[in-house]
C-alpha cells in the first residue's frame, strides 16, 4: 500500500447529494464537470486558468472548503467570517486524502486577504504576527508566503498574482517549488501566463468546453499576452475607439 500520497487524490460528489443542473454555479460548464465526473488531483502544482466566470475561483474555493479551510482564506487552525458570499458547492464536495499525507493547509484569497490580516491580529495574544496592514499590498502577500506556506500541506491559492509585481511572481514560483520539494501540494486558479509556465505543473484550462488539461504554449491566456505585447496598438485601437 503506498503511504506516500499527496494531500488530496481526488475530488468528487456523492451523486445522492448532487446539487440541481439548474442552480448556480451547476450552471457553469466546468463545475458542472467536476460534479458529474469528480477530478483526480496530481502531486505537485495544479493551475486552473480560465476568463472571469469560467469557474475556476469557484472550484478553488469550494475544494478549499471541502479541506476544512474558510473560504475567506487562512489555515485550517482558525476560522473566521466577514459576509457569507461562497456557493454551496463546498458543502457537497468530497475529497479522498492521501495515506500518510500531511493535514496541514492553507487557503490564499486575494480579494479577503485583507479580512484575514484582521483576523490574524486580533487572535495573536502574544503580539508575533507580522502587522501585515501595516506593509503594502504586495510586501503583506510576500510576507504571508513566507511565513504560512513553510511546511508539507494543501495549499489553495486564488489570483495571488493580484498583489504581485514580475519579480514578486517569479518567487511566488519558488515558494510553490519548496512547498512540493517538501512534499506539500497546490491547487491555484490564475490568470497568470508567468505563474502556469511553472515548470511540471499541471494546467486544467476552464471554459465552455469544462475543464481540459492543456499546455502552456496552448492556453488562450499566453496566446493573447504573446499578440497583445508584439503589437499593443492593434488592440487598444478597438478599445479606444
Not at 46 to 74: D, Q, R
Not at 215 to 220: M, P, R, T
Request: proline letters at 6%; aromatic letters at 8%; charged letters at 20%.
Amino acid at each position: 500500500m503506498d503511504f506516500d500520497q499527496p494531500p488530496v487524490v481526488r475530488i468528487s460528489v456523492d451523486p445522492e447529494v448532487r446539487p440541481s443542473a439548474r442552480d448556480w454555479p451547476m450552471t457553469v460548464p466546468a463545475v458542472a464537470q467536476l460534479v458529474r465526473d469528480g477530478l483526480d488531483l496530481p502531486p505537485g502544482v495544479t493551475f486552473l486558468v480560465g476568463e472571469n466566470g469560467s469557474g475556476k475561483s469557484t472550484i478553488v474555493e469550494a475544494v478549499a472548503m471541502a479541506y476544512g479551510l474558510s473560504p475567506e482564506g487562512g489555515s485550517n487552525q482558525g476560522r473566521h467570517s466577514t459576509r457569507a458570499t461562497e456557493s454551496t458547492l463546498g458543502s457537497v464536495l468530497t475529497l479522498r486524502r492521501g495515506l500518510g499525507s500531511a493535514r496541514w493547509g492553507f487557503f490564499l484569497r486575494a480579494e479577503t486577504m485583507h479580512g484575514w490580516y484582521t483576523f490574524s491580529e486580533a487572535s495573536d495574544e502574544k503580539g508575533r504576527a507580522p502587522r501585515y496592514h501595516e506593509m503594502s499590498h504586495g510586501e503583506s502577500f510576500l510576507e504571508v508566503l513566507r511565513t504560512r506556506f513553510d511546511s508539507p500541506g494543501f495549499y489553495c491559492l486564488d489570483e495571488p498574482e493580484a498583489a504581485l509585481s514580475f519579480s514578486s511572481s517569479l518567487g511566488l514560483i519558488s515558494v510553490l517549488h519548496r512547498v512540493v520539494e517538501s512534499g506539500g501540494q497546490v491547487l491555484c486558479a490564475t490568470h497568470s501566463p508567468v505563474l502556469a509556465a511553472m515548470p511540471g505543473a499541471t494546467i486544467l484550462e476552464a471554459g465552455e468546453w469544462g475543464l481540459r488539461r492543456t499546455s502552456w504554449e496552448e492556453l488562450g491566456v499566453v496566446q493573447h499576452w504573446r499578440a497583445y505585447l508584439d503589437a499593443p496598438g492593434r488592440y487598444l485601437r478597438h478599445v479606444l475607439d
